[in-house]
Nanobody, 115 residues
């Protein structure tokens, strides 16, 4: 059974930092592309960052230079370091694991940034 468990969300003031983590189990972690998505109230879920099995990464334009995605294949964990947070970063952040045509999601963690 695939499990993706996010942690590290919370409330922070604008300009602050948070580090999200996603612990994966039930999958061969190293062969999965891992991503972070977010969904703000009334908006569609959007890709924040992705790190592929080979280590390459991509970011949404809105977070480039502020967020960093990383993975630890030995610990089956993917992280999202979020710096210089803005109120518009407020959302539920979801971890995603993709391999071929299978996509699995975590339950999400709330990030709230106050001005």
């Amino acid at each position: 059974q695939v499990r993706l468990v996010e942690s590290g969300g919370g409330s922070v003031q604008a300009g602050g930092s948070l580090r999200l983590s996603c612990a994966a189990s039930g999958i061969i972690f190293s062969i999965h592309d891992m991503g972070w998505y977010r969904q703000a109230p009334g908006k569609q879920r959007e890709l924040v960052a992705i790190i592929r099995s080979g280590g390459t990464s991509n970011y949404a334009d809105s977070v480039k230079g502020r967020f960093t995605i990383s993975r630890d294949n030995a610990k089956n964990t993917v992280h999202l370091q979020m710096n210089s947070l803005k109120p518009e970063d407020t959302a539920v952040y979801y971890c995603n694991a993709v391999f071929l045509n299978r996509s699995d999601w975590g339950q999400g963690t709330q990030v709230t940034v106050s001005s």
